[in-house]
């Protein structure tokens, strides 16, 4: 049975590099609704984890680690959920290499991602968000109103998350980045506890050949043709 919400759960799923992060916000901007990258969650824990000295494989410490804190979710002025722990904004430190190379492993520790799915579960209760991340459709809101599976080619993930690294001033080699993905994708993929995998009722778009932009507005005429669907059938 559904649980009684204020509006509509949007999952979006997907590998690594597939947009999900743009094509999330741009669809919650259009339908007036928050947002949040739940890989920004396991990205602050491991930042956390590293800076405080516990090692990611010690998965019971990361778990402690993980309840000790203190997890907020701010909301910027666009709806845009931003993770801070003990009142500090996570953002500076996720996108840090140390980060993205040791968040699979976080992300692979069960306790951690049971108490994730417990955060997600209390942020999206009410409705009116978009959520995307790895399991949202499969695992953290199996009955999330709209499920999508974003997918796009390899080659196509690893340009665009090269592009987006040079445009921040990073230094980055397409060749690496294109390995780190396939390696990421295979761990996240591989895992054994909520892997990446695609909702059987989960309506795949193919992000190759569109642009970001092309994708959102996909996923809104979708959203709002079921609810013309529905509203005419009342
Ligand atoms: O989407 P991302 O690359 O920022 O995610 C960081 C890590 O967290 C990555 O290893 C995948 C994992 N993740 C997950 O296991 N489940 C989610 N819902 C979101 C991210």
Not at 92 to 116: D, G, H, Q, T
Not at 184 to 196: F, G, S, Y
Request: hydrophobic share 40%.
């Amino acid at each position: 049975m559904k649980r009684r919400r204020r509006g509509k759960i949007i999952a979006i799923d997907g590998p690594a590099g597939v947009g999900k992060s743009t094509v999330g916000r741009l669809v919650a901007a259009k339908l007036g609704y928050d947002f949040i990258n739940t890989g920004e969650m396991f990205r602050a824990l491991t930042w956390k984890a590293l800076s405080s000295g516990v090692e990611v494989s010690d998965f019971p410490a990361v778990a402690a680690l993980a309840c000790r804190l203190r997890w907020e979710f701010r909301p910027t002025p666009d709806r845009t959920l931003k993770t801070f722990i003990d009142g500090e904004n996570a953002a500076p430190y996720l996108r840090e290499e140390r980060v993205s190379s040791n968040s699979s492993a976080v992300a692979a520790n069960p306790e951690v991602r049971r108490f994730m799915c417990r955060l997600q579960r209390r942020l999206g209760g009410a409705g009116e968000i978009v959520m995307e991340g790895r399991d949202i459709g499969t695992h953290v809101f199996p009955d999330a109103d709209h499920k999508i599976y974003l997918d796009a080619d390899i080659d196509e993930r690893a340009r665009r998350r090269y592009r987006q690294l040079k445009a921040s001033g990073a230094r980055a080699h397409l060749g690496a980045v294109r390995e780190a993905m396939l390696t990421r994708d295979l761990n996240d993929l591989k895992r054994k506890i909520n892997p990446l995998s695609q909702a059987a009722d989960a309506v795949v778009v193919d992000s190759t050949h569109l642009t970001l932009h092309e994708v959102a507005d996909k996923i809104v005429r979708m959203v709002r043709a079921r609810r013309q669907r529905r509203d005419g059938s009342r």
